[in-house]
């Protein structure tokens, strides 16, 4: 009976880890194309970019880095 158990458990935990794995992969693309739709919308300026996505200019670099967004040059 703790086979079962055990079983039941351990199905169950691996099923929400790739739930969670799921969603934070749907989190990433969300962010990426939110930052992709600023960028373009704001003809690539950082500052209004960071603004309309309610970020600092920092963050928005961090981020553009992450999914590997080349910084604008002026």
């Given at each position: 009976?703790?086979?079962?158990?055990?079983?039941?458990?351990?199905?169950?935990?691996?099923?929400?880890?790739?739930?969670?794995?799921?969603?934070?992969?749907?989190?990433?693309?969300?962010?990426?194309?939110?930052?992709?739709?600023?960028?373009?919308?704001?003809?690539?300026?950082?500052?209004?970019?960071?603004?309309?996505?309610?970020?600092?200019r920092?963050?928005?670099y961090?981020?553009?880095?992450?999914?590997?967004?080349?910084?604008?040059?002026?």
């Amino acid at each position: 009976r703790n086979e079962k158990l055990v079983a039941a458990v351990s199905s169950a935990a691996q099923t929400t880890r790739s739930r969670r794995e799921a969603q934070t992969l749907d989190l990433e693309v969300l962010e990426r194309e939110a930052i992709e739709r600023a960028l373009s919308r704001y003809d690539h300026y950082i500052s209004l970019a960071a603004a309309a996505l309610g970020l600092s200019r920092a963050a928005l670099y961090r981020r553009m880095a992450k999914h590997g967004f080349q910084a604008p040059q002026r």
